[in-house]
């Protein structure tokens, strides 16, 4: 039975540590291979929804503190992380946005980045580095702001 743990742990640290290069990999190959004003309109709204998603997370990581699993309850974790506060999760964040950005031009593709994005977030939440709530308020504010910038996109 002490293998499974080994190969689950295994997983567990190449998904949350590697495997955010995926969205990046998979959004940026969808962005080029689109036309130029679809280009110009993700550009546009992915510029929008990352600068308010970072002046959020900022405004929220001064306003609530939410100690890292590992530095609250006893245990050494797998990964090491240098910040203490972990909320929101800058990974859910991040993968949450280009998810939802790439879901506003291609639902298939966008639904399988958020899967994605799911999996190293529950990834980051079996490690220690995370709180589940530090991960579901990092997809929530991804998803809001990629509304936000939309609506803004689509007023101008």
Known sequence: MLPFYYMLDFLAIISAEYLFLVPLFVGGLYFFLQSRPEQKKMIILSAIALSISILSMFILQFIYYNSRPSLVIDFKPLVSHI????FPSTHATMTALIASVIYVFNRKIGLFLFFISILISLSRVYLGLHHFVDIIAG?????IMTIIGKTIMNKY
């Open 83 to 86: 910040f203490k506060n972990g």
């Open 139 to 143: 997809i929530l504010l991804a998803i």
